[in-house]
Every structure is written in structure tokens, then in C-alpha cells.
């Protein structure tokens, strides 16, 4: 049985830093894709951002810059570090796995979740 664990959200002020993880069990995912993504209340889960094998990484124009993605296949686990918060950047954030190699922004076309963790910023 897959599972996902994330950790590492909170409260943090804008501007500040966090450094979400998401440790994977069930499966290695070391050679297919792992991302995250993020909902806030009344909108609809939206992309963050994605890496898949080969360092290659994708992600959302709002966060470009800003978040880096990054994965330690030999923990099976995948970092998203944010920095330069901003309180629109509050929301629930959401580890993803996919069973195929194909990168999508769509969330209905990942196959694993995890829990998800919460962020808020304060303005």
C-alpha cells in the first residue's frame, strides 16, 4: 500500500521561508514523477510544481523563482523549499505521485496523495 507523508507547513510571516517534505513508502518512485500541489479554501487544487527523473523539474508561473522542488530517491522523498512567502501562497499543500512518467498539471492525472499539510502566510 502506497502512502504519503508530508510534513513541514505552518505559520510563517511574508517574506519568511518553509521547507515542506514528503516521504513515500510502498513503492520507490526514484525513476517516476512526484510533485506538489496546493488548495485554498473555496478554489480548486492547483499545480505547484513537479520533478521527475533526470532532475528535470516543471513548475506553476506563480511560484517560479520563489519554490524549488527537490528529491532524495534514496529516502524515497521529495522537498519543496518556499521561500519569499506571500500570503497568497496560504493554502493546503498536497505530495503527489504519479505511476506513469508523464508530467501533468492536472490533478485528477496523479495517482498518489498524501494527507496534505497546511501553510498560511501573514501579511
Known amino acids: 500500500q502506497v502512502q504519503l507523508v508530508e510534513s513541514g507547513g505552518g505559520l510563517v510571516q511574508a517574506g519568511g521561508s518553509l521547507r515542506l517534505s514528503c516521504a513515500a513508502s510502498?513503492?520507490?518512485?526514484?525513476?517516476?514523477?512526484m510533485g506538489w500541489f496546493r488548495q485554498a479554501p473555496g478554489k480548486e487544487r492547483e499545480f505547484v510544481a513537479a520533478s521527475r527523473s533526470g532532475g528535470i523539474t516543471y513548475y506553476a508561473d506563480s511560484v517560479k523563482g520563489r519554490f524549488t522542488i527537490s528529491r532524495d530517491s534514496a529516502k524515497n522523498t521529495v522537498y519543496l523549499q518556499m521561500n519569499s512567502l506571500k500570503p497568497e501562497d496560504t493554502a493546503v499543500y498536497y505530495c503527489?505521485?504519479?505511476?506513469?512518467?508523464?508530467?501533468?498539471?492536472?490533478?485528477?492525472?496523479?495517482?498518489?496523495w498524501g494527507q496534505g499539510t497546511q501553510v498560511t502566510v501573514s501579511s
Open positions: 503527489a505521485a504519479s505511476g506513469s512518467r508523464v508530467v501533468s498539471t492536472t490533478a485528477n492525472e496523479w495517482d498518489y
Open positions: 510502498g513503492r520507490t518512485f526514484s525513476t517516476y514523477p
